[in-house]
C-alpha cells in the first residue's frame, strides 16, 4: 500500500470522486489554476478542465450560496474555504439553508454539498489562520462535520462525505497536511460518516480527541507504555452528530477519561463529549472527566511563546494522561 | 397563605456552606421582607441572612451550630398577602432589641482549625474516596473495600484495584488496621461544648449593656473553649537578656525605616529566633491527631493581631525561610490586613505555631492558650530594663519574659525546656556580626 500525505489523501479522494461522477465539481478561491494555497486541489483544473474546478471571487458567502444551489439542483459540490477562518462570512448559507432545507421543504429538496476547510494552529498562521470553528456548526442538526486524523480516513471520509445527500463539513487539519502520512489504499473505499475509530486499544485510560490532537495522544500513549500504562484512544473522526455509542464504550472501558481537542475549551466538542458521558456512564467512572484544550481566549496568537502557550501539544497531552493514570 | 421555604443563600463566590451561629428569629416570631433572619458564619465571612418573604416563621429546620450547604433548607414561613404590611410594622420595632445587626465581617474569623485538621489527616486523604464505578463493583461483588489496598492518588482504591481483588477471588488476608484512627479529634465533628453553648443564666441590673455573642467573638469563644477543654495545657517561662538585641536594633531602626519604609520591631528578632529553634526542636512544631503526633516540615509562625474587639492570628509561611527583614515585611504587612479587614483565607491559614506579642500591651507574664491543634504558643513580653546581678555586680541590662504554652499530651517539659533554652541562647548571642538583617 502506498504511503502518501494527508493533503494528498484530499486529493486523491478529489480527483477520484470527480471522475467517479461526473456531477462532483469543485469551487473556491484560487482551487483552479493556481491548486489551491495548500496545494489540494493541485492537477484538477488540467485534468477537469475550468467547468468543473471553479476560480471564484472572495467572497466566501457567494462560493457556499452557489455550492448550495447548485447541490439542490442535483449537482456534487465541494466547496473550498481558504481557511476555516474564512467561513464567517457563509455561516447564514450553511447554518440557515443548508442545514434545514431537507427538513423546511418536508424532504422535496435536499442539499448534498460539502465544504472542506483547513482549520487549526501550531503554523505560526496567527488570528486569521489558526483558529478551529467546528463548535460553531456542532449544534446545528442537518450538518455533519466530519475531522479526520489519518490520510485513510481523509481519503474514505471525504469520498463519503460527497456521496452523502446531506450537506457535510470537511475540517482538515493544516499542520496534519504534509506531517501527517500513512498508508492509502490505491483503490476505491468509504468510511461511515457518524463512526468513531478506535486508534488504539488500551485497559488504563481512555483519550477521546479528533484531528491533529488524535496523533499527540498516540505519541504520549506510547511514552506512558514505557511505564506500564496502557491507554485507549478513541479518535471521534465525525464531531457531530456524535457517535455516542463509541464514547459510551470507550468511557466505560476504563472509567477514567480524558477529552482532547485544541478549540478553546468552553462550550467545544469536547464539552459535548463530556455530557455524554456523564449522562451514560457514572456506575462506570473512576475518575471526574477531563478535558484539555485551549484557553478561553480569542483567538491563536502570533508570538511563537504564546502560540506554543496555546495551542496542545505531545507534552501536555502526556502530562494530563499521567495524571489521570495517576488518580 | 402559603408555606414558604428559606434556604442557604450563597454568600461570596467560592462558599459552598455556612453554619448558623445565631437565629434572630423564632418560631411564631413576623418577619418583614429583607429582615435578618439568621447569622450564619462562613469560612470567608459572617453574615446575615435576610428573610426572603414577609410572613410567620413556622418552623426552624437547621439548629444553631449546624453547618447546611448552600442551597440547603434553613426554616419554613409562613407568608401572608401583600396586604398585611400595617400590622407586622409594630413587630418590626421590637426586632432591633432582639438583635443589633452586628456589623458585617468581611474577614475570615480567628482560626482556621477545619483547614489544619483536614491536613492533618493528608496521609491516605483519599483511601475512603470511592468512586462510583468502585462502589457498583464492590456491591456486586460483595467486596469490603476496608480490605482493598488502594494503588491511586492518596491511596485511592482505583477502579483497577477493585477489578484485580475480582479477578484473584478474593481480598487480601489483611486484618483491620486502620479504622481506629477515626475516633482522632480531628474529625470535623464539632464538639459538645462547640455546638450550643447554654445560654448561662445571669442577672442583669438596670444600665447593664448586653452584647450579643456572634461572628468573630463567638468564633473566638468556641476556640479558645476547644483549646482549653481539648488540650491539657502546661506552663513555662524563661527570662532572656536581650540587652545586645537591644542595642544592635536601636542602632539599625532608623535607617532601617528609612530605606524599607517600615518599622525593624523587636518581634522579628523573636520571630526569627523561634523559626530557628523550631528547626532544631520540631517536636514543638507539631499536632496532637489522636492515636498519633504530627510533626509538620514547614514552620509558618501564626502572629496574633489585635483589632477592637477581634483577634486574628495570620500565618508568615516558611519562617525559616526569611530573613529578619523578610519576617518584618510580613509582619507589617499581615498587621496592616488584619487592622484593614483585608486578610484573606490564605493568609489564616497553614499555621503550625505561634508567637505572640503579648509585650505589645505592657504585659510581662501571661499564659496563653495554644491555638488549637497546635502543640504550643510562645508569649514574646515587654522588655523591661531591670537591676541584675551580671559578674558578681549589679548591672542595668535589658531583660524579657518567654512564657510556653505547650499542648502535656505531644510534650514534656525536657524538650520544651530544651527548646526555649535554645531560644533564650539564640536571642542572647543577638549581635551585628552573626546576626544580618538581610
Known sequence: MPVISYIQAVTQALREEMQRDEKVFVLGEDVGKRGGVFRATDGLYDEFGGDRVLDT???????????????????????????????????????????????????????????????????????????????????????????????????????????????????????????????????????????????????DITVITYGLAVHFALQAAEKLAEDGIDAHILDLRTVYPLDKDAIIEAASKTGKVLLVSEDNKEGGIISEVSAVISENCLFDLDAPVQRLAGPDVPAMPYSPTMEKYFMINPDKVEKAMRELAEF | MGVEKIKMPQLGESVTEGTISTWLVQVGDKVNKYDPIAEVMTDKVNAEVPSSYTGVIKELVAQEGDTIAVGELMCYMEVEGSGSTEDTAEQVKEEPAKADPVAEEKSAPVTKNEKQSESAENDKPMKKRFSPAVMRLAQENDIDLEQVEGTGKGGRITRKDVEQVIAGGSTKDKQPQEPAQEAAPQTSQPSPSQSAPAPVNVKTEV????????????????????????????????????????????????????????????????????????????????????????????????????????????????????????????????????????????????????????????????????????????????????????????????????????????????????????????????????????
Open chain 1, 57 to 203: 471571487p472572495l467572497a466566501e458567502s457567494a462560493i457556499a450560496g452557489v455550492g448550495i444551489g447548485a447541490a439542490m439542483y442535483g449537482m456534487r459540490p465541494v466547496a473550498e474555504m481558504q481557511f476555516a477562518d474564512f467561513i464567517m462570512p457563509a455561516v447564514n448559507q450553511i447554518i440557515s439553508e443548508a442545514a434545514k432545507i431537507r427538513y423546511r421543504s418536508n424532504n422535496d429538496w435536499s442539499c448534498p454539498i460539502t465544504i472542506r476547510a483547513p482549520y487549526g494552529g501550531g503554523v505560526h498562521g496567527a488570528l486569521y489562520h489558526s483558529q478551529s470553528v467546528e463548535a460553531v456548526f456542532a449544534s446545528q442538526p442537518g450538518l455533519k462535520i466530519v475531522m479526520p486524523s489519518t490520510p485513510y480516513d481523509v481519503k474514505g471520509l471525504l469520498k463519503a462525505a460527497v456521496r452523502d445527500p446531506d450537506p457535510v463539513l470537511f475540517f482538515e487539519h493544516k499542520r496534519a497536511y504534509r506531517l501527517i502520512k500513512g498508508e492509502v489504499p490505491e483503490d476505491d473505499y468509504t468510511l461511515p460518516i457518524g463512526k468513531a475509530d478506535v486508534k488504539r486499544d488500551g485497559s
Open chain 2, 207 to 438: 444600665g447593664d449593656k448586653e452584647i450579643p455573642v456572634t461572628g468573630v467573638r463567638k468564633a473566638i469563644a468556641q476556640n479558645m473553649v476547644k483549646s482549653k477543654t481539648e488540650i491539657p495545657h502546661a506552663w513555662m517561662m524563661v527570662e532572656v537578656d536581650v540587652t545586645g538585641l537591644v542595642e544592635y536594633r536601636n542602632t539599625m531602626k532608623d535607617k532601617f525605616k528609612a530605606e524599607e519604609g517600615y518599622s525593624l520591631t523587636f518581634f522579628a528578632f523573636f520571630v526569627k529566633a523561634v523559626a530557628q529553634a523550631l528547626k532544631e526542636y520540631p517536636q514543638l512544631n507539631s499536632t496532637w491527631a489522636g492515636d498519633k503526633i504530627i510533626q509538620r516540615k514547614a514552620i509558618n509562625l501564626n502572629i496574633a493581631v489585635a483589632k477592637e474587639d477581634q483577634l486574628f492570628v495570620p500565618v508568615i509561611k516558611d519562617a525559616d525561610d526569611k530573613s529578619i527583614k523578610g519576617i518584618a515585611k510580613d509582619i507589617t504587612d499581615l498587621a496592616m490586613k488584619a487592622r484593614n479587614g483585608k486578610l484573606t483565607s490564605a493568609d489564616m491559614e497553614g499555621g503550625t505555631f505561634t508567637v505572640n506579642n503579648t509585650g505589645s500591651f505592657g504585659s510581662v507574664q501571661s499564659m496563653g492558650v495554644i491555638n488549637h491543634p497546635q502543640a504550643a504558643i510562645l508569649q514574646v513580653e515587654s522588655i523591661v530594663k531591670k537591676p541584675v546581678i551580671k559578674d558578681g555586680m549589679f548591672a542595668a541590662r535589658d531583660m524579657v519574659n518567654l512564657c510556653l504554652s505547650l499542648d502535656h499530651r505531644v510534650l514534656d517539659g525536657l524538650v520544651a525546656g530544651n527548646f526555649l533554652a535554645r531560644v533564650k541562647e539564640i536571642l542572647e548571642n543577638v549581635t551585628k556580626d552573626n546576626t544580618p538583617i538581610y
